[in-house]
């Protein structure tokens, strides 16, 4: 019940197009859901999150779709550039009882040129 | 303003040793969580502290311990050092649980990257 489960594993994508990951989630008890971009050797850095009363969520190129019924979500980066190039983790988070902060296993993105 | 720092930034341990890393939160900020991120897999949470108390725990052995200091700062030990320990350890700083909120946004910091030979 803890699981955050992430897909695809790594994606390729032309310059211009759309990146879709998506993230599924088990425990209804996770109240809110960050999307993490981490370059190598560096530490995962906020792109964008979204709490399940909302069912999507724009942030210039990056938006989050959510469906609380699901218990699914998804990053949709429009516009893909090589910069964007990344591996990016979805994650739920609980401040209910017990914290916890947990990641999914990952996407690696790279956008051609 | 200064992000989340953490010292050392790469650390090489030999089995059996043990090992201190090191971390400063973004000012302002109470609680100070510890992840251990495996090469290609998300980081896994390890500790959660906030104003000096321990207040989650993730699946890790005994080994791993921490602690946090008046001034927010924080510490990871971990004894007995094995070679699966081998991973990039992150910290991260978050407003904590008095942010008035059910979010707690975590900002991390670059990693000490430990390496157990």
């Known amino acids: 019940q803890q699981q955050v489960k992430q897909s695809p594993q790594s994606l390729i994508v032309q310059k211009g197009g759309i990146s879709i990951i998506n993230c599924a989630y088990e425990?209804?008890?996770?109240?809110?859901f960050p999307w993490y971009q981490q370059f190598p050797g560096k530490g995962p850095a906020l792109l964008i999150a979204?709490?399940?009363?909302?069912s999507e969520k724009k942030e210039g190129r990056f938006t989050i779709s959510f469906n609380k019924s699901a218990k699914q979500f998804s990053l949709h980066i429009m516009d893909s550039q090589p910069g964007d190039s990344a591996t990016y983790f979805c994650?739920?988070?609980?401040?209910?009882?017990?914290?916890?902060?947990?990641f999914g296993t990952g996407t690696r993105l790279k956008v051609l040129a | 303003d200064a992000g989340v720092t953490q010292s050392p930034t790469h650390l090489i341990k030999t089995r059996g040793q043990h090992v201190t890393l090191r971390c400063s939160p973004i000012s302002g900020h109470k609680s100070v969580s510890w992840y251990q991120q495996v090469l290609g897999q998300g980081p896994q949470f390890i500790f959660q502290?906030?104003?000096?108390?321990?207040?989650g725990r993730g699946n890790f052995p005994d080994r791993f311990s921490a602690r946090q200091f008046p001034n927010y700062s924080s510490e990871l030990n971990v004894n007995a050092l094995l070679l699966g320990d081998s991973a990039l350890y992150l910290c991260?700083?978050?407003?904590?649980?008095?942010?008035?909120?059910?979010?707690?946004?975590?900002?991390f910091g670059p990693g000490t990257r430990l390496t157990v030979l």
């Open positions: 991260a700083s978050s407003l904590g649980f008095s942010s008035g909120g059910s979010t707690d946004t975590q900002y």
């Open positions: 425990n209804t008890a996770f109240d809110y």
């Open positions: 502290y906030y104003e000096k108390e321990e207040r």
């Open positions: 979204i709490r399940p009363d909302v």
């Open positions: 994650a739920a988070f609980r401040n209910s009882g017990t914290y916890k902060y947990i």
